[in-house]
């Protein structure tokens, strides 16, 4: 069972998509997606091919380390990414090959169902109640939202009451029993995130996702982490144990791995069981697409961490363009019941591919880039 083929596709909204063949028919598909550095992804990967074709599929960690440490420049979100995809697709070729899900493989399964959240947008404060509504009737009984648009270094009272009137209205919708996260996606500074966590707690948020930038974090979670009771959460723009292990020391209370992003089912089972060692949570990263969401799930359903799985069903980025529905043939692994998704059973990744439809939006395209956010004195603002 040896690497035949190596195909890639750039699928809109804003995804990459693999495609891994060997030699006796065994397809395994995998997702590489770096929002806004899709190329740079794309190529890593076919540089890859040196180490990979001819070689044994089955040889999973193997090639991880091979992919990882054979050459002298390493890490980083583009190899990651790299890594990320062809490593969901060799898991997803050997457990087709033995006929069993990945997490068979992992050790088994450690529950039957994973709860998910889905996204209400939040960069503007509007509508808040109105989207998480439609998240309830959708099925699901917690959200995340962003919790500002473009912010200064030490935030407004205008600011702060935004931010605390998005949580207001998010616990009055949800009521007692269901739970909203509010992301900061690193747009305000430490001193600022000190002085508002606080005013946070009566809202009891889930967690507090990214409230600085992972280049910030290092030196400030720690400070953030003893200032609130609020659980904080990051790990998205983390690719390795190594990157995680200061947040784990820092004291954070998730982390948020992404399956595209931090060398795929291989290294995020690794972490997983390396924030359990810390009394951390995991809550996979994964505003992506559905390959990008199955091997979350496959992870989800063998570390007994985990507290909650990202979905981009309905997500607001992709408004207009191909949802993540689209590229799939069975869309009932996906489906919500009370908040969860209950395990599947489908060899490899689970998930069937729609590949005729991947290979018509492949010769679309996209050229997806993060949007430039500025303040009003000019400068650039974290989107």
């Known amino acids: 069972m040896r690497i035949r083929t190596i195909e890639s596709f750039l699928v809109p909204p804003r995804w990459l998509f693999l495609r891994i063949e060997t030699d006796d028919g065994v397809v395994g598909w995998g997702e590489a997606s770096l929002e806004g550095h899709g190329e740079a992804v794309r190529a890593a990967v076919h540089a890859f091919e040196d180490i990979l074709l001819g070689e044994d599929a089955g040889k999973i960690e193997h090639l991880w380390q091979r992919m990882t440490k054979s050459g002298f420049y390493r890490g980083g979100p583009v190899f990651g990414s790299a890594v990320a995809g062809i490593d969901q697709a060799l898991w997803d070729i050997k457990g087709k090959a033995l006929g069993v899900p990945v997490y068979d493989l992992l050790g088994g399964p450690v529950r039957d169902k994973v709860r998910v959240y889905g996204w209400i ?27 500002s648009g473009a912010m200064g270094y030490l935030g407004t009272r205008e600011d702060t009451a935004g931010i605390l009137g998005r949580a207001a209205a998010a616990r009055e919708t949800l009521g007692d029993d269901g739970d909203f996260a509010l992301d900061f996606h690193g747009r305000i500074s430490a001193s600022y995130a000190r002085r508002l966590l606080p005013l946070l707690e009566p809202f009891h948020p889930l967690f507090v996702e990214e409230p600085v930038a992972p280049e910030n974090g290092n030196q400030t979670l720690d400070r953030i982490v003893r200032g609130t009771s609020v659980p904080i959460a990051t790990g998205e723009r983390l690719y390795s144990r190594w990157d995680v292990l200061p947040a784990l020391q820092a004291g954070v209370a998730v982390l948020q791995p992404d399956l595209a992003h931090a060398g795929g089912i291989s290294e995020v089972r690794r972490i997983a069981a390396m924030a359990e060692a810390f009394d951390a949570a995991v809550a996979p990263h994964c505003p992506l697409g559905p390959l990008a969401l199955a091997a979350s799930l496959q992870v989800d359903f063998a570390a007994p961490n985990v507290l909650i799985q990202e979905q981009s069903i309905g997500i607001h980025y992709n408004a207009g363009s191909n949802e993540l529905l689209d590229y799939v043939l069975d869309r009932s692994v996906f489906s919500f019941t009370d908040g969860f998704i209950h395990r599947p059973t489908g060899p490899g990744l689970g998930v069937e591919i729609d590949e005729a439809a991947v290979r018509r939006a492949g010769e679309v395209g996209h050229r997806w880039r993060t949007p430039g956010w500025y303040r009003p004195d000019g400068s650039l603002a974290e989107w």
Do not use: R
């Not at 989207?131 to 962003?146: C, S």
């Open 121 to 147: 947008g939040g960069d503007d404060p509007a509508g808040v109640a109105e989207a998480i509504e439609a998240q309830l009737a959708a099925g699901l009984t917690a959200v995340k939202m962003n919790a």
